[in-house]
């Protein structure tokens, strides 16, 4: 019998990381998207670490083999440090709609880096419905109404790819990260760790240097400001914890190319979201997007 709980982990995926871009996108627009990045880490590993103690009876990992917790480390560096960084700035220099067009492209990208990393090489039947899925997806995106200023193009665009490849690669190093049975919980832990002593190495820098000019610290602000620690902390259990502990169970159990395509669907789902919180009709070529994308997805299950 066909095992699909990588594919309802990757839709479990897409319907947490929807919400997640509203928090976020709301909290920052408070305290600034840096700001939000270190203390929804912060907030997410402390919901991980707490869920590993219930779930396995131990707050860190008693036992993780060296090789592992190296592909995680470099996991977590290469996706949620260095990753996020460049795509949240190619959203304020590229704009957003364009930064997540660049985006969907992730999915073909993690394909092609795990080809010759894990050996598993695209059927003949995924790559269509991959196709098909991810067009539906930017024709969904470039569909929305935007009020953005132009961009700057060369760069915006360098970030967003940046992101795109790390994204990409960040999944293919965590997979055999979790080889040998390794709990997706204890991945996601190890992973978000890492990510967290970066970005907070890099906070107090900042904090640091603020006090030395004499000028307020943008961390100190933000965590003072109820209303984006509250966008924050659902944006944090949404996104970090709920989203990318199943985006890891996604890719332990199904081809990275299918697990990732199902996953990049998340603006999809936004959209009903903006009909209900902001009162956002849909426009009609998101709504055909939508529908090409939904089609894509069907197309990969069947080709499973």
Known sequence: MQDFTGYFAAAGTAFFWSFTSMFFAAAGRRIGSFTVNQVRIIMALLLLTV???????????????????????????????????????????????????????????????????LGEAPGGRLIPAMLVTLSGVAISILGRR????????????????????????GYVLAKPGLAGGLASITGTQVRMATAAAILWAIGFGQLLAAKLRGRPSPLREGLVNPIAMAQTFGGAFCGPFLGVWLSLEAVKHAPIGAATTIMSTAPILVIPWAFLVYRETPRALEVAGAVVAVAGVGLLVACS
């Not at 440090?81 to 700035?89: A, C, E, K, N, Y």
């Not at 935007?146 to 690669?169: H, I, M, R, W």
């Open 51 to 117: 869920m590993h103690g219930v779930l396995l009876g131990a707050f860190w990992p008693r036992e993780l083999p060296g090789r592992q917790a190296g592909y995680l480390v470099a996991s977590g560096i290469v996706g949620l440090v260095i990753g996020d960084t460049l795509l949240f700035r190619a959203f304020v220099v590229l704009g957003v709609k364009r930064a997540l067009v660049i985006m969907t492209l992730w999915p073909a990208l993690a394909t092609l880096i795990a080809w010759p990393i």
């Open 146 to 169: 935007s009020s953005e200023a132009p961009p700057a193009k060369a760069t915006g665009l360098a970030l967003a790819l940046g992101g795109a490849v790390c994204q990409a690669t």
